[in-house]
T-cell receptor, first 111, second 107 residues
Protein backbone atom coordinates (compact mmCIF):
# COMPACT_ATOMS: atom_id res chain seq x y z
CA UNK A 1 0.00 0.00 0.00
CA UNK A 2 1.11 3.54 -0.65
CA UNK A 3 1.93 5.64 2.35
CA UNK A 4 4.55 6.50 4.87
CA UNK A 5 5.69 3.83 7.27
CA UNK A 6 7.90 3.99 10.31
CA UNK A 7 9.66 1.14 12.02
CA UNK A 8 9.85 -0.03 14.66
CA UNK A 9 6.68 1.20 16.40
CA UNK A 10 8.22 0.67 19.82
CA UNK A 11 11.85 0.38 20.86
CA UNK A 12 13.61 0.07 24.18
CA UNK A 13 17.35 0.54 24.17
CA UNK A 14 20.15 1.09 26.64
CA UNK A 15 22.09 4.27 27.16
CA UNK A 16 25.08 4.44 24.85
CA UNK A 17 23.74 2.12 22.18
CA UNK A 18 23.27 3.13 18.57
CA UNK A 19 19.68 3.04 17.36
CA UNK A 20 18.25 3.58 13.89
CA UNK A 21 14.66 4.53 13.24
CA UNK A 22 13.40 3.86 9.75
CA UNK A 23 11.06 5.91 7.59
CA UNK A 24 9.85 4.86 4.16
CA UNK A 25 7.43 6.65 1.82
CA UNK A 26 6.02 5.42 -1.47
CA UNK A 27 4.97 8.71 -3.07
CA UNK A 28 8.41 9.90 -4.15
CA UNK A 29 7.84 13.07 -2.14
CA UNK A 30 10.83 15.38 -2.28
CA UNK A 31 10.68 16.54 1.32
CA UNK A 32 11.05 14.36 4.38
CA UNK A 33 11.23 15.35 8.03
CA UNK A 34 11.99 13.91 11.44
CA UNK A 35 10.28 15.34 14.51
CA UNK A 36 10.29 14.44 18.16
CA UNK A 37 7.28 14.93 20.38
CA UNK A 38 7.69 15.58 24.08
CA UNK A 39 5.20 16.74 26.69
CA UNK A 40 5.19 20.50 26.99
CA UNK A 41 7.21 21.05 23.82
CA UNK A 42 4.98 19.98 21.00
CA UNK A 43 6.70 18.63 17.92
CA UNK A 44 10.22 19.80 17.24
CA UNK A 45 12.14 19.39 14.02
CA UNK A 46 15.29 17.28 14.25
CA UNK A 47 16.39 17.08 10.60
CA UNK A 48 14.84 17.48 7.21
CA UNK A 49 15.69 16.65 3.63
CA UNK A 50 14.66 18.48 0.48
CA UNK A 51 15.81 15.69 -1.86
CA UNK A 52 18.05 12.66 -2.01
CA UNK A 53 21.53 13.46 -0.69
CA UNK A 54 20.37 16.82 0.68
CA UNK A 55 19.80 17.09 4.42
CA UNK A 56 19.74 19.95 6.88
CA UNK A 57 19.51 20.48 10.61
CA UNK A 58 16.36 21.45 12.37
CA UNK A 59 15.76 22.82 15.83
CA UNK A 60 17.18 19.92 17.90
CA UNK A 61 19.76 17.99 15.82
CA UNK A 62 22.38 17.22 18.47
CA UNK A 63 22.96 13.49 18.96
CA UNK A 64 21.20 12.52 15.74
CA UNK A 65 22.42 11.62 12.27
CA UNK A 66 20.38 11.25 9.08
CA UNK A 67 21.03 10.10 5.56
CA UNK A 68 19.00 10.05 2.39
CA UNK A 69 20.65 7.98 -0.30
CA UNK A 70 17.25 7.15 -1.85
CA UNK A 71 14.22 9.42 -2.18
CA UNK A 72 11.92 6.99 -0.41
CA UNK A 73 14.01 6.35 2.72
CA UNK A 74 15.06 8.71 5.48
CA UNK A 75 16.58 6.84 8.44
CA UNK A 76 17.32 8.60 11.72
CA UNK A 77 20.23 7.31 13.79
CA UNK A 78 20.93 8.03 17.43
CA UNK A 79 24.67 7.52 17.58
CA UNK A 80 24.89 7.00 21.34
CA UNK A 81 21.44 7.04 22.90
CA UNK A 82 20.82 9.11 26.03
CA UNK A 83 17.82 9.15 28.38
CA UNK A 84 16.95 12.64 27.15
CA UNK A 85 16.27 11.10 23.74
CA UNK A 86 13.36 9.11 25.15
CA UNK A 87 10.52 10.46 23.05
CA UNK A 88 8.02 9.74 20.33
CA UNK A 89 9.53 10.24 16.89
CA UNK A 90 7.49 11.13 13.84
CA UNK A 91 8.57 11.06 10.25
CA UNK A 92 6.71 13.16 7.68
CA UNK A 93 6.86 13.71 3.96
CA UNK A 94 5.68 16.44 1.63
CA UNK A 95 5.63 16.81 -2.13
CA UNK A 96 5.69 20.58 -2.21
CA UNK A 97 5.98 21.73 1.42
CA UNK A 98 2.28 22.54 1.56
CA UNK A 99 0.66 19.22 2.34
CA UNK A 100 2.28 17.00 4.96
CA UNK A 101 1.72 13.34 5.71
CA UNK A 102 2.92 11.88 8.99
CA UNK A 103 3.94 8.37 9.89
CA UNK A 104 2.44 6.52 12.85
CA UNK A 105 5.39 7.31 15.09
CA UNK A 106 8.08 5.37 16.93
CA UNK A 107 7.99 5.36 20.71
CA UNK A 108 11.61 5.15 21.88
CA UNK A 109 12.59 4.53 25.47
CA UNK A 110 16.23 4.82 26.50
CA UNK A 111 16.99 3.12 29.83
CA UNK B 1 7.03 33.26 24.32
CA UNK B 2 6.13 30.49 21.89
CA UNK B 3 5.68 31.51 18.29
CA UNK B 4 2.47 29.45 18.12
CA UNK B 5 0.05 29.55 21.02
CA UNK B 6 -3.04 27.43 21.36
CA UNK B 7 -5.96 27.80 23.71
CA UNK B 8 -7.33 26.19 25.64
CA UNK B 9 -4.73 23.57 26.54
CA UNK B 10 -7.42 21.23 27.81
CA UNK B 11 -11.09 21.14 26.95
CA UNK B 12 -13.90 18.91 28.16
CA UNK B 13 -17.24 19.01 26.38
CA UNK B 14 -20.49 17.15 26.40
CA UNK B 15 -21.55 15.25 23.30
CA UNK B 16 -23.35 17.54 20.89
CA UNK B 17 -21.67 20.77 22.01
CA UNK B 18 -20.07 23.26 19.63
CA UNK B 19 -16.32 23.41 20.22
CA UNK B 20 -13.78 26.09 19.36
CA UNK B 21 -10.02 25.77 19.59
CA UNK B 22 -7.89 28.84 18.98
CA UNK B 23 -4.42 29.33 17.55
CA UNK B 24 -2.40 32.55 17.53
CA UNK B 25 0.97 32.99 15.93
CA UNK B 26 3.59 35.70 15.87
CA UNK B 27 5.55 34.98 12.69
CA UNK B 28 4.91 35.47 9.01
CA UNK B 29 3.49 32.34 7.47
CA UNK B 30 2.68 30.85 4.10
CA UNK B 31 0.10 28.41 5.48
CA UNK B 32 -1.42 27.12 8.70
CA UNK B 33 -2.22 23.50 9.42
CA UNK B 34 -4.62 21.84 11.82
CA UNK B 35 -3.65 18.32 12.82
CA UNK B 36 -5.38 15.63 14.89
CA UNK B 37 -3.70 13.05 17.08
CA UNK B 38 -5.61 10.33 18.88
CA UNK B 39 -4.10 8.94 22.10
CA UNK B 40 -1.14 6.74 21.24
CA UNK B 41 -1.83 7.33 17.59
CA UNK B 42 -0.37 8.94 14.56
CA UNK B 43 -0.90 12.47 13.33
CA UNK B 44 -3.50 13.22 10.70
CA UNK B 45 -3.70 16.42 8.72
CA UNK B 46 -7.17 17.98 8.93
CA UNK B 47 -6.76 21.30 7.15
CA UNK B 48 -4.24 23.49 5.44
CA UNK B 49 -5.22 27.16 5.22
CA UNK B 50 -3.66 30.23 3.73
CA UNK B 51 -6.79 32.40 3.85
CA UNK B 52 -10.50 32.34 4.62
CA UNK B 53 -12.35 29.26 5.72
CA UNK B 54 -12.50 25.54 5.00
CA UNK B 55 -15.10 22.96 5.97
CA UNK B 56 -14.93 19.20 6.08
CA UNK B 57 -17.91 17.41 7.56
CA UNK B 58 -18.43 18.73 11.09
CA UNK B 59 -15.06 20.48 11.14
CA UNK B 60 -14.57 24.11 10.15
CA UNK B 61 -11.28 25.99 10.13
CA UNK B 62 -10.87 29.72 9.72
CA UNK B 63 -7.89 31.99 9.52
CA UNK B 64 -7.45 35.75 9.83
CA UNK B 65 -4.07 36.61 8.38
CA UNK B 66 -4.14 40.24 9.55
CA UNK B 67 -4.81 39.24 13.15
CA UNK B 68 -2.54 36.17 12.95
CA UNK B 69 -5.24 33.96 14.36
CA UNK B 70 -6.98 30.74 13.39
CA UNK B 71 -9.84 28.79 14.89
CA UNK B 72 -10.91 25.18 14.57
CA UNK B 73 -14.60 24.54 15.19
CA UNK B 74 -16.29 21.21 15.73
CA UNK B 75 -20.05 21.16 15.39
CA UNK B 76 -22.21 18.51 17.08
CA UNK B 77 -19.21 17.05 18.90
CA UNK B 78 -18.96 13.31 19.41
CA UNK B 79 -16.82 11.17 21.74
CA UNK B 80 -14.83 9.99 18.73
CA UNK B 81 -13.64 13.60 18.33
CA UNK B 82 -11.65 13.15 21.55
CA UNK B 83 -8.03 13.74 20.56
CA UNK B 84 -5.23 16.28 20.66
CA UNK B 85 -5.63 19.03 18.09
CA UNK B 86 -2.42 20.66 16.97
CA UNK B 87 -1.94 23.94 15.14
CA UNK B 88 1.19 24.30 13.02
CA UNK B 89 2.37 27.19 10.88
CA UNK B 90 4.54 27.00 7.80
CA UNK B 91 7.14 29.71 8.33
CA UNK B 92 10.47 30.22 6.59
CA UNK B 93 10.73 26.66 5.31
CA UNK B 94 9.79 24.92 8.50
CA UNK B 95 6.70 23.95 10.45
CA UNK B 96 6.34 25.48 13.90
CA UNK B 97 3.93 23.60 16.14
CA UNK B 98 1.72 24.61 18.99
CA UNK B 99 1.69 22.36 22.03
CA UNK B 100 -1.78 21.08 21.26
CA UNK B 101 -5.25 21.15 22.76
CA UNK B 102 -6.44 17.99 24.50
CA UNK B 103 -10.15 17.58 23.81
CA UNK B 104 -12.34 15.11 25.69
CA UNK B 105 -15.94 14.76 24.57
CA UNK B 106 -18.08 12.97 27.11
CA UNK B 107 -21.20 11.03 26.11
Amino acid sequence: DAGITQSPRYKITETGRQVTLMCHQTWSHSYMFWYRQDLGHGLRLIYYSAAADITDKGEVPDGYVVSRSKTENFPLTLESATRSQTSVYFCASSRDRYGYTFGSGTRLTVV
Amino acid sequence: KNEVEQSPQNLTAQEGEFITINCSYSVGISALHWLQQHPGGGIVSLFMLSSGKKKHGRLIATINIQEKHSSLHITASHPRDSAVYICAVDATNKLIFGTGTLLAVQP
